[in-house]
């Protein structure tokens, strides 16, 4: 591969002229500079960024640190933000962490040689992403917190409104007759996870409803988590009509749950997942789901830290993007039998496929 040095000799220029033409440091006299330009090209030269970072503080890095490239709705988040950065000259780097916090601490400190202008993060279990970027902002790198927060965050931040769209989701089911609903949340310690339960909770208090403790279970944001508290809430008396699934990797465990117990989705019970992925318009039935846009996650993340990088000093940005609830095949009003039995008067929900 060729180097500077290669450069200079074949231009017939010093090291410095072909310094300067690069970092444009300098006015080079364009007899040179094209000289430069043409031995660049015949060799495919490419410059070192970390050197070129090293020099000036700065790469065209960007990194990204997800919590779990197996779930289907980051890949998403990733590609809406590697096309903002790749359009503005920006390269990313992508971490994963299995949602483990010492991972995240081990690539963080990785990252850290690598001068990066911006780092996303979507933070782990227990992650105290405030303390450890502190080192990042001081050195001038822009620091964006998206899809959940983690505790004392005061930086820029993109998420969605997701007490907003579980409540859409939860009155709907209410309107179309439902009284026993319950919700399968992920991890509470999570800010998404927490303010979708908060949804729910609220849309059942405008009805004059309540959810027992038993129908109100909190897990991991997958399949398996999913399958095995709708495994418990299938056996409760009185059993759900409904499922609020907070997620919908959720939702797919909630649905292989209830084929396995011998129940009908949505004759005998109704089902709304949380995402909107693609794949639930592959299922049996089709996936009700309050939807959000990783693609715009992602995209909006990158921006906000392109934005932070030319204005360093203004305020902190909280982006909150909206959610649709899109209604498919797995919502129906509750059996006969089980709105004979409701204790609570129906009450009418307000026109729930909108934007929140």
Same mark, same amino acid.
């Given at each position: 591969?060729? =180097?500077? /040095?290669?450069?200079?000799?074949?231009?017939?220029?010093?090291?410095?002229?072909?310094?300067?033409?690069?970092?444009?440091?300098?006015? !080079?006299?364009?007899?040179?500079?094209?000289?430069?330009?043409?031995?660049?090209?015949?060799? +495919?030269? *490419?410059?070192?960024?970390?050197?070129?970072?090293?020099?000036?503080? /700065?790469?065209?890095?960007?990194?990204?640190?997800?919590?779990?490239?197996?779930?289907?709705?980051?890949?998403?988040?990733?590609?809406?933000?590697?096309?903002?950065?790749?359009?503005? %000259?920006?390269?990313?780097?992508?971490?994963?962490?299995?949602?483990?916090?010492?991972?995240? !601490?081990?690539?963080?400190?990785?990252?850290?040689?690598?001068?990066?202008?911006?780092?996303?993060?979507?933070?782990?279990?227990?992650?105290?992403?405030?303390?450890?970027?502190?080192?990042?902002?001081?050195? %001038?790198?822009?620091?964006?917190?998206?899809?959940?927060?983690?505790?004392?965050?005061?930086?820029?931040?993109?998420? !969605?409104?997701?007490? %907003?769209?579980?409540?859409?989701?939860?009155?709907?089911?209410?309107?179309?007759?439902?009284?026993?609903?319950?919700?399968?949340?992920?991890?509470?310690?999570?800010?998404?996870?927490?303010?979708?339960?908060? %949804?729910? /909770?609220?849309?059942?208090?405008?009805?004059?409803?309540?959810?027992?403790? +038993?129908?109100? *279970?909190?897990?991991?944001?997958?399949?398996?988590?999913?399958? +095995?508290?709708?495994?418990?809430?299938?056996?409760? !008396?009185?059993?759900?009509?409904? $499922?609020?699934?907070? =997620?919908?990797? $959720?939702?797919?465990?909630?649905?292989?749950? $209830?084929?396995?117990?011998?129940?009908?989705?949505?004759?005998?019970?109704?089902?709304?997942?949380?995402?909107?992925?693609?794949?639930?318009?592959?299922?049996?039935?089709?996936?009700?789901?309050?939807?959000?846009?990783?693609?715009?996650? +992602?995209?909006?993340?990158?921006?906000?830290?392109?934005?932070?990088?030319? *204005?360093?000093?203004?305020?902190?940005?909280?982006?909150?993007?909206?959610?649709?609830?899109?209604?498919?095949?797995?919502?129906?009003?509750?059996?006969?039998?089980?709105?004979?039995?409701?204790?609570?008067?129906?009450?009418?929900?307000?026109?729930?496929?909108?934007?929140?």
């Amino acid at each position: 591969m060729a =180097n500077m /040095k290669e450069i200079a000799r074949l231009a017939g220029v010093s090291l410095g002229t072909v310094s300067h033409v690069l970092n444009g440091t300098v006015k !080079v006299r364009e007899p040179l500079r094209k000289r430069v330009l043409d031995a660049i090209e015949s060799t +495919g030269y *490419q410059p070192s960024q970390l050197a070129r970072g090293l020099r000036k503080d /700065k790469t065209n890095i960007l990194a990204m640190i997800i919590p779990d490239i197996l779930n289907p709705f980051f890949p998403g988040v990733v590609r809406g933000a590697e096309d903002v950065a790749f359009a503005n %000259g920006y390269r990313l780097v992508l971490c994963n962490t299995d949602n483990d916090h010492e991972k995240e !601490v081990a690539h963080l400190k990785a990252l850290q040689s690598y001068l990066p202008s911006g780092l996303i993060v979507i933070p782990s279990d227990f992650s105290e992403l405030a303390a450890e970027t502190d080192s990042f902002r001081k050195a %001038g790198c822009a620091v964006v917190c998206i899809d959940r927060l983690p505790r004392n965050w005061e930086g820029d931040s993109v998420t !969605v409104n997701n007490a %907003g769209g579980s409540f859409h989701a939860t009155a709907y089911l209410i309107s179309l007759g439902h009284r026993n609903l319950a919700a399968i949340t992920g991890p509470l310690h999570l800010t998404n996870s927490h303010e979708r339960l908060k %949804g729910f /909770k609220r849309a059942l208090r405008q009805a004059g409803l309540e959810a027992p403790p +038993g129908y109100l *279970q909190e897990t991991t944001f997958d399949r398996a988590g999913g399958y +095995g508290k709708t495994k418990i809430l299938l056996r409760m !008396v009185p059993r759900p009509t409904a $499922i609020l699934a907070c =997620n919908d990797m $959720i939702a797919l465990g909630a649905l292989l749950a $209830i084929r396995e117990e011998g129940l009908r989705c949505p004759e005998d019970i109704s089902l709304v997942g949380f995402d909107g992925l693609d794949l639930t318009e592959m299922t049996t039935p089709q996936l009700t789901s309050v939807y959000q846009s990783p693609y715009q996650l +992602g995209a909006a993340a990158v921006q906000l830290a392109l934005d932070r990088l030319a *204005q360093k000093t203004s305020p902190a940005r909280r982006i909150v993007l909206k959610t649709e609830l899109r209604i498919r095949e797995s919502v129906a009003p509750p059996p006969k039998a089980a709105q004979l039995s409701a204790r609570m008067p129906a009450r009418r929900g307000r026109e729930l496929v909108s934007s929140v």
